[in-house]
């Protein structure tokens, strides 16, 4: 009994640890675009994204999928990644020859014909994982894979039963489906998950400015609040008053910057004569609970005076430190130097 404890502390971090590898859910997902110009002519284009990193890029021009990542083989050996490659490529090559002869089958469809997939899977805690692919027709939903076979979307045309009906009599196509999303998607996933794990979850602080933008109307201002920089995407603007948030705030959508961190910019409408003590608010999980306040109008408004600061007294206290550390040794020499006089 006296063990007890001892084996919890052992076994706890050890089950911990095993906990802690994910908590969160990751989606991974290939996207495919093919453009069929006519029956003789077409591309095919696609991308593979662990959440909103482009781990994969397969262009038409080129026979092998490019790694966009140090790390998108995730733990796949050479072999087991030319095996998947070259699935892929059988995939690709019937992909654009079948459409070519379900085109010839179905007189409403002409060219330029535009098919736009997407499929992956959401992996969960604790190996749960899901599945999915979806297929647009000219940038309409019209089918999806459920389960065992292909399905029409609810609101694609009826003249598509019958090319789905010839889809799935072919079985073979159906089971390489099911063992890529059953099976290979969770795996190669986990596995980029494991690999890229500290890309993943870099956290790159914001940076935030502040401009005028163009003024709406005669009298009023409009107050532009610049955040860049950070990474991962979730952030929270606000401009407020005080405590007072205020709901008038418009925020973008957040943009991509060319590094793969973020931008965002929040825009509000004042009148000119209430400008003052207006303040932009930034939270996001890199600042560790320091959010950035920027008043309008106030010039020392930046980060980077705050950083300054902190610095300064680090520094400060590095320099007392060693002030101390010096003048002890040298006091304790000099009681050496007068007791060997003595
Ligand atoms: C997770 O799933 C994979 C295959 O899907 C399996 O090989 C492995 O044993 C599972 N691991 C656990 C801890 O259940
Ligand atoms: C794949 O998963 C679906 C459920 O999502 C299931 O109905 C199907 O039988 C599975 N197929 C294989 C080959 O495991």
Same mark, same amino acid.
């Given at each position: 009994m006296r063990y007890l404890p001892c084996l919890l502390l052992w076994v706890f971090p050890q089950?911990?640890?095993?906990?802690?590898?994910?908590?969160?859910?990751?989606?991974?997902?290939?996207?495919?675009?093919?453009?069929?110009?006519?029956?003789?002519?077409?591309?095919?284009?696609?991308?593979?994204?662990?959440?909103?990193?482009?781990?994969?890029?397969?262009?038409?021009?080129?026979?092998?999928?490019?790694?966009?990542?140090?790390?998108?083989?995730?733990?796949?050996?050479?072999?087991?990644? #030319?095996?998947?490659?070259?699935?892929?490529?059988?995939?690709?090559? %019937?992909? +654009?020859?079948?459409? !070519?002869? $379900? =085109?010839?089958?179905?007189?409403?469809?002409?060219?330029?014909?535009?098919?736009?997939?997407?499929?992956?899977?959401?992996?969960?805690?604790m190996n749960a994982s899901e599945s999915f692919l979806h297929v647009a027709f000219q940038g309409e939903y019209i089918l999806s894979f459920q389960g065992t076979s292909w399905q029409k979307a609810p609101e694609a045309p009826a003249w598509l039963e019958l090319p789905i009906r010839v889809i799935n009599s072919d079985l073979g196509t159906r089971e390489t489906v099911q063992l890529l999303l059953n099976d290979t998607c969770p795996q190669f996933a986990r596995g980029l998950l494991e690999a890229g794990k500290s890309?993943?979850?870099? #956290?790159?602080?914001?940076?935030?400015?502040?401009?005028?933008?163009? %003024?709406? +109307?005669?009298?009023? !201002?409009? $107050? =532009?609040?610049?955040?860049?920089?950070?990474?991962?995407?979730?952030?929270?603007?606000?401009?407020?008053?005080?405590?007072?948030?205020?709901?008038?705030?418009?925020?973008?959508?957040?943009?991509?910057?060319?590094?793969?961190?973020?931008?965002?910019?929040?825009?509000?409408?004042?009148?000119?004569?209430?400008?003052?003590?207006?303040?932009?608010?930034v939270k996001h999980s890199s600042l560790g609970g320091q959010d950035i306040i920027l008043f309008w109008g106030k010039k020392e408004n930046n980060n980077s005076g705050k950083q300054l600061s902190t610095d300064l007294v680090i520094c400060i206290v590095v320099i007392a430190v060693v002030a101390c550390v010096v003048a002890i040794v040298y006091l304790k020499r000099k009681r050496c130097f007068y007791q060997g006089i003595l």
């Open positions: 089950v911990w640890g095993q906990f802690e590898v994910q908590q969160k859910n990751y989606t991974f997902r290939c996207m495919q675009i093919s453009s069929f110009v006519n029956s003789s002519c077409s591309t095919t284009d696609a991308s593979a994204w662990l959440e909103d990193l482009q781990t994969h890029r397969w262009s038409n021009a080129s026979d092998t999928i490019s790694f966009l990542r140090p790390w998108s083989q995730g733990r796949l050996s050479n072999e087991q990644w #030319q095996k998947l490659q070259h699935l892929l490529q059988v995939y690709r090559f %019937s992909f +654009t020859r079948d459409i !070519q002869e $379900l =085109v010839k089958m179905v007189p409403k469809a002409h060219y330029p014909i535009e098919f736009q997939l997407s499929a992956g899977c959401e992996v969960y805690p890309e993943l979850e870099k #956290q790159e602080k914001p940076v935030a400015w502040l401009s005028s933008g163009l %003024s709406p +109307t005669h009298g009023h !201002q409009q $107050l =532009v609040c610049h955040v860049s920089g950070f990474y991962p995407k979730p952030v929270w603007v606000m401009w407020m008053r005080g405590d007072q948030e205020q709901q008038s705030t418009h925020t973008g959508d957040v943009l991509p910057n060319a590094d793969g961190t973020w931008y965002l910019q929040a825009t509000l409408d004042v009148e000119a004569r209430e400008v003052t003590g207006l303040a932009c608010r």
